[in-house]
DNA sequence: AACGTAATCGATAACGTTTGCAATGAGAGG
DNA sequence: CCTCTCATTGCAAACGTTATCGATTACGTT
């Protein structure tokens, strides 16, 4: 792993096989018109002094790249799913995938990330690219597909259908009996955080339960904005008998909030989160959750971005993938405490 | 989100403000010699025309960049944490970070893999790079920083201390009363497989156990390679009561093969692993095994490379990092079934 | 008024690659 | 022997940026 000196250019290989830049680039590139005899001196060349070629240089001067890129804030574990995701669907491709990361932003909360990071990138680097979890809207010269895009956003996106899993978890929680379910949301720039709030209250509208605003707290999707929110709705005399929370970053916030006054998880209060992190099976108790695979989100989305790039796409521009309720320990009929 | 037509560039900004690309260069790289005037003009045309400088043509210009290079050939779970303590070690620092995965090699076992990686990002794009479990030597022209190099390598790395973990592990076993423990292997090329082993044998030694060599099946740290491995050890008539697999992924392959031959673990058979995966908390059992802690192996490759891009690394060039037993239900001492 | 000096700025040459175009040469057809 | 064609190759201009160097201007000094 030795460090040597400096990286062998083109003109080296040129040099080295008696050509012109040209011709070593026409050889790289396997284009047409060059001897069979040139071919075999160059071939030697590039092996013999280990070249391979300059992504900068190459992207640079090209329209096209074949790498897509994916822009992230973070890299909590539903990122990794992502990349899994997006790795399987170009693998095979000829798609390499670079992804940026800006370490200024990471932990920090910063509007327009997206786009700073995406113009990096966009210059020409890559040919399109994924964006994780926005906090604006974006634009860009080249294809951009999103993952859990901005309210009212008509980018092209990939989206869990939060609204359905939203209501399947309220659904589970009035199948419980619970009446008083307190809700705590996400952050409302987001798609996904309109439409989790959207489900849970036509599942209340469709059980006949009206909605209580007051049971109503607005995080931000960020664990700690939880806090305060469930300790308000915890403190109340009329205190709900469960909390449906937009995330499992959250809910398992509500759950230590709970744990600290004393309100025991789920004798006295049943709670359920979305996601399904993997965080939210080792915790005391289980987290009942919803269930949004991450791994297909990132599945679709570089398909979509592969066919976008190419010009072949043809299905819808945005997309909405299925949920399943995972039910674990922290939900159970309401008063199970009075009985017990 | 719109995808608009062309990526605006230097030169659009220039003329917007009137003055030469020169001029724009200067003012974004905060370059003395510039008048108030000149730099406000051109500080309004960069907003308005939302410019953004491009980070290819940067590139191939400059020798610096203040990007970081991370190369990976999968998405474990495991890269993920890596990623986190990297991401951690660079935040506010000023460097960036690219990753770049290449999708020809993704769940292909090609051998210079790194080394293709890495040619494409050192040509300019990176100042230096971080590589993750590579496969064999590598060269650059920039400083590399190696995680769980490969065996006899010189350059600049982060291991775990695989052969205390390893000692720590068998110790464990030995403990409980075990005295036939096998063994399955790593990819005998890495750094970290040998350690594992060489600690396998030392703690046998230390505790005046010989080594039974047909005890030692050959893996590759590839969790399928584990399974006739396992499949042979546990067919004899004189199996082994534990098993120590030199990875999670192995271990968690044996604990399947035990459950397909009806082996019950841990009343016939203990299990150990090593890397402590998520997944090893979730299985049934759960598994014990020797936490690395792969967030801190990321932060500190991440913390070396800085200082080694900047030239001011002092400390050792291989860091070796402290391990821990984690104890779940996968061990427990031999003969457990038949004293029940 | 003439000159020197410093501040400001623009033209230009790189960085490593791709590509249109022209040049060269060989072979074929007359 | 001359032209025409075609295959093979090199030249040079880009791509968007930065660094060097020289040109222009403004200002203070004598």
Redesign the pocket.
Known sequence: MAEVG?????????RAA?????????V??G?????????AQVRSAIERLG????L???S?????TNVLGLVTRTFQSYTAEVLKGVMKALSGSGFDLIIYANSDLYETYAEGWEQRHLNRLS??LTDGCIVVTPWGEVRSSTPVVVIDPVRGSTAPSVTADNRVGATSAVEHLLGLGHRRIGFIAGRSSLESAWSREEGYREALAAAGVPVDPTLIGRGDFNPESAAPLARALLDRPDRPTAIFAASDGMALKVLQVAKELGVSVPDDLSVVGFDNIPESAFAEPGLTTVDQSMYRLGYEAARMLKSLVTGEWEGQRQMLLPTSLVVRGSTTPPGAAARA
């Open positions: 400096a990286p062998v250019t083109m003109s080296d290989v040129a008696g050509v012109s830049t040209a011709t070593v680039s026409r790289v590139n284009r047409y018109g060059v001897s069979a005899d040139t071919v070249y391979e070629s300059s900068v240089a190459t640079l001067r090209r329209s096209r210059g020409t």
